[in-house]
């Protein structure tokens, strides 16, 4: 079993609609956290990062964490064609806090 | 955010030579700086973790001896991969980070993408 479980999609949605994305994890280690953007044949970019139980807003993204369920969200409000791409989720715990176990990653196809 | 540049972004090389991947830190000092590898459609996968100034750290079933990591100073750290086979072609990222404490962020390279023939 890996230690993140994430579903690779394909998941799409069209223009205006909200994007709702997850993790689950074994390891009750995890401490920190992290969504990342990736776009084909990039790196990967960070999006929003959260160390504790509850909701994180950021613009049109929110991130969730109950870590009672080991379980992450990410929603991503008024989703826009350039948001097609690769979503990751990346968590770690200390002391290796930049040591990231990521998800498998979910495509997003926003369509206009 | 800070960045951090790899080099190249791209490699064809033959079967039997040796790949050398940069990644630098412009505009911090990295003292961590970790290799991952990503085959297509598939996720990040930890290589390993490399400490300037000592030996990387290498993850279950990675080669040392195929992958060599130096971090010789704290902007820079390589990766080699010495006698490459087909099945080493593969997008290679690397990240750093700037501190240990909670508030640590990785930073990535934009990748290498290696074709060996």
């Known amino acids: 079993q890996k230690e993140v479980e994430q579903d690779p999609g394909p998941l799409s949605v069209p223009e205006g609609a909200i994007v709702s994305l997850n993790c689950t994890y074994s390891?009750?280690?995890?401490?920190?956290f992290m969504w990342y953007r990736q776009y084909s044949r990039k790196g990967p970019e960070l999006l929003m990062y959260?160390?504790?139980?509850g909701n994180k807003e950021d613009g049109r993204f929110t991130a969730q964490v109950d870590k009672s369920s080991k379980y992450i969200s990410l929603f991503i409000r008024d989703s826009q064609p350039s948001d097609s791409a690769t979503y990751l989720c990346?968590?770690?715990?200390?002391?290796?806090?930049?040591?990231?176990?990521f998800g498998a990653g979910t495509q997003v196809v926003v369509t206009p | 955010g800070a960045v951090v540049s790899q080099h190249p972004s791209w490699v064809i090389c033959k079967s039997g030579t040796s790949v050398k991947i940069e990644c630098r830190s412009l505009?911090?000092?990295?003292?961590?700086m970790f290799w991952y590898r990503q085959f297509p459609k598939q996720s990040l996968m930890l290589m390993a973790t490399?400490?300037?100034?000592?030996?990387?750290?290498?993850e279950q079933g990675v080669e040392k001896d195929k992958f060599l990591i130096n971090h010789a100073s704290l902007t820079l750290s390589t990766l080699t991969v010495t006698s490459a086979h087909p099945e080493d072609s593969s997008f290679y990222i690397c990240?750093?980070?700037?501190?240990?404490?909670?508030?640590?962020?990785?930073?990535f390279g934009q990748g290498t993408r290696l074709t060996v023939v």
């Open positions: 390891n009750s280690a995890f401490q920190y």
């Open positions: 490399s400490n300037e100034g000592s030996k990387a750290t290498y």
């Open positions: 990346a968590m770690s715990f200390p002391p290796s806090w930049g040591k990231l176990q």
């Open positions: 505009d911090f000092q990295a003292t961590t």
């Open positions: 990240s750093a980070t700037n501190q240990g404490g909670p508030n640590t962020e990785a930073f």
């Open positions: 959260t160390y504790s139980s």
